[in-house]
């Protein structure tokens, strides 16, 4: 058997680099991930969808959640109040940014184009990579944390005592630092799998995490002696007039932990066997899953911290604290198990969340360089550079600034909803997503869609105010603290209706020359996946389209066949 050889010139280097194929040629605008998902890969059910939202929701993340809404004034139900509307909110966000997905089969990049214009999607899509990435550095230091308890579980002592070899200046012991490396090659293998596969990596998540949490939560209330949720008493006094902005603010925070999720929906709703696979029954999960696991948290927070003197919201400072007091084989397996299933959960969560998103964003940047594939073992290796445990211990402003990205992502996610279902009425046209010509449908101005920008813009301006409060408490009135406490409701609702708005005194072209009788109908484009008579099938089949340049017939990058 002979061995790959390794490339020495440059031109071998450009050739192994290159996402061409014998018979495919990539180009700026087009290649095999870019293209409309093909037949053979629609292979998410509704079930791939519901065990993905599932298995991802019983989480680090979204058990603490309720330390934020405590913190801020709130009593147990008043934080469940909170919660459940921010779910409500989010299931049905992500119910309509699913939809075009769905329908169209294409992700997030190439969507984006026909909202925010041919160059103008480059913008927004950074944006979401950029997120992305340093949440999949974060979110590894979390599964590390819990992989560590795993260990301590096995190898008792001689892990928990490890010796530590770091300077204090390291930011991170060598037991933990040795954890985030073993978690981290764990993850390795997870990205070379194509997101159409890695179903099943939810479908087992979706069954083991949630049975851990309920084990986890059974227990504390067994030991605490039943959920005592006097125990949960805020430091923070609150006023009645200020219940309702503490409230806003409980919804806000909920919000911005599934932020980024919603805007992901697209990437995932691709594969999907039919539209409805990306229906009420995932928007049900999605409510259903992340308000069971943050009643779990609360209520295995309130049960215990009587007994233990403090509350511990962090999933692995509470199981470190179990096996502190009940040292011995039950408490290790069942911390074991416990662990096991929390780990796999922000396994989940790092792939289908981060890596997956940020392997698309890449390839909707460079698709002559990048596939979603490369794309997700790129951010994996690039994460290592963003040295987690240093923003986690170091940098509370940098972190600051990460917690309030849902100002500048809830504006996308409302002038996508209000672009797709309002403005184009569903009616999306293929061909023109990958048609960068000057005059053509999604073109706009130079690339840009102005108008969708400049919403974007007035709807993240309603938060900056908040967001340098965040900082300087005593730099800004409280008007701007109230704005910034319901940052991410505020920044949708006014990106929504701004675009509503500028398009109604503007109306915008949404189908091409000719066809205008078709688009009466709502998603009449969909029932032929965009396509109307006449058009040829995109496929990645090897031509580059320059700009300036429409695609002729017969070009390789659409086949002959006419899809009608």
């Known amino acids: 058997m002979q061995l790959p050889r390794f490339p020495q010139s440059k031109s071998e280097w450009k050739a192994a680099l290159s996402t061409n194929s014998s018979d495919e040629k990539s180009s700026q605008w087009i290649n095999k991930d870019l293209a409309p998902t093909p037949k053979a890969e629609r292979t998410w059910s509704w079930i791939s969808l519901s065990s993905y939202w599932w298995g991802n929701a019983f989480n680090a ?15 147990w139900w008043q934080a469940l109040i909170s919660c459940m509307l921010a779910n409500l909110i989010s ?3 992500a119910l309509a940014l699913g939809r075009p997905g769905a329908k169209y089969h294409i992700g997030y990049p190439v969507l984006a184009r026909s909202v925010f214009g041919m160059y103008g999607q480059l913008f927004f899509v950074w944006v979401r990579a950029v997120v992305a990435i340093i949440w999949f550095g974060v979110q590894s230091y979390f599964g590390s ?3 560590g308890v795993l260990l301590r579980c096995i190898f008792g002592n001689s892990w928990w005592h490890m010796a530590n070899h770091l300077p204090e200046s390291a930011g991170i012991s060598s037991r933990d630092l040795l954890a985030f490396f073993l978690f ?33 939560f059974a227990w504390c209330v067994h030991y605490g002696g039943g959920i005592r949720v006097e125990t949960l008493a805020s430091t923070t006094p609150i006023s009645a007039g200020g219940l309702g902005w503490a409230m806003m603010n409980g919804i806000n925070s909920c919000l911005g932990v599934t932020s980024a999720l919603l805007v992901n929906q697209p990437d995932l709703t691709r594969y999907t066997r039919r539209p409805k696979d990306a229906g009420w029954r995932q928007a049900s999960s999605i409510f259903a899953s992340k308000t069971l696991i943050f009643f779990f948290g609360i209520g295995a927070t309130a049960a215990t911290q009587g007994k233990f003197g403090q509350a511990y919201w962090n999933q692995w400072d509470l199981l470190n ?3 502190d007091l009940f040292w011995g084989p039950a408490a290790r397996a069942g911390c074991f198990f416990a662990s096991f299933g929390f780990t796999l959960s922000i396994l989940g969560v790092n792939i289908g969340c981060n890596a997956i998103p940020f392997g698309a964003d890449v390839t909707g940047l460079q698709p002559k360089i990048f596939t979603i594939v490369r794309g997700q073992l790129f951010c994996g290796l690039v994460s290592l550079a963003i040295v987690p445990w240093k923003l986690l211990t170091n940098g509370s402003s940098f972190l600051t600034f990460l917690g309030s990205y849902n100002i500048f992502i809830s504006p996308i996610c409302g002038i996508v909803i209000i ?13 023109s997503l990958f048609t960068p010509a000057r005059g053509t449908l999604y073109y706009y101005t130079k690339g840009w869609n102005l108008k969708a920008l400049g919403c974007w813009v007035a709807a993240a301006l309603f938060g900056i105010p908040g967001l340098v409060g965040a900082y300087h408490p005593s730099a800004v009135a409280k008007a701007a603290t109230h704005m910034y406490q319901m940052g991410w409701v505020l920044c949708f609702t006014v990106a929504a209706a701004f675009y509503f708005g500028i398009n109604v ?15 009466k109908l709502f998603e009449g484009f969909a029932d032929t996946e965009g396509y109307l008579e006449g058009d040829a099938l995109v496929e990645f089949r090897g031509f580059e389209i320059h700009e300036g340049q429409e695609p002729v017939s017969g070009s390789a990058s659409f086949s002959l066949e006419e899809k009608v």
């Open 505 to 519: 005194l503007l109306p915008a072209r949404v189908v091409p020359d000719g066809y205008e009788s078709d688009a």
């Open 184 to 216: 981290w090659m764990i993850e390795m293998p997870f990205l070379i799998v194509h997101p159409s596969k890695i179903k099943f990596l939810f479908a087992a998540e979706s069954v083991i995490c949630p049975l851990a949490c309920v084990g986890v």
């Open 419 to 431: 672009d797709y279902f309002f403005i184009k009425r569903g009616n999306i046209h293929t061909p």
């Open 91 to 93: 299931s049905t966000v």
């Open 321 to 323: 604290a179990i096996l």
């Open 145 to 147: 944390q819990l992989l």
């Open 61 to 75: 993340s979204q058990w603490s959640n309720g330390a934020s809404l405590i913190s801020v004034g709130l009593n």
